[in-house]
């Protein structure tokens, strides 16, 4: 039972890293609500800029804020 908690922590250690990683070296994805498409349909049909990336179609990741918030921390803190 615990071999199977060990590698159930561990993949999700590495799953995070990974994802860190790539966040650290790609800051930017898809925006989820437009889909990277920089508009979405109205209500009544009509096309409208995405007003959560601001019609770029972009926007930076998650990770990538949880790191850029880390990193303001730890200046902070040293100064």
Do not use: F, K
Not at 26 to 55: L, N, V
């Amino acid at each position: 039972m615990t071999t199977i908690l060990l590698l159930a922590s561990l993949a999700t250690l590495g799953y995070a890293a990974c994802y860190l990683a790539v966040c650290a070296v790609s800051p930017w994805g898809r925006c989820r609500r437009c889909h990277g498409a920089r508009y979405h349909r109205t209500a009544i049909g009509t096309r409208r800029d995405c007003r959560r990336c601001d019609g770029t179609g972009i926007r930076v990741r998650i990770g990538r804020r949880l790191i850029d918030y880390i990193r303001t921390e730890y200046r902070a803190g040293n100064q």
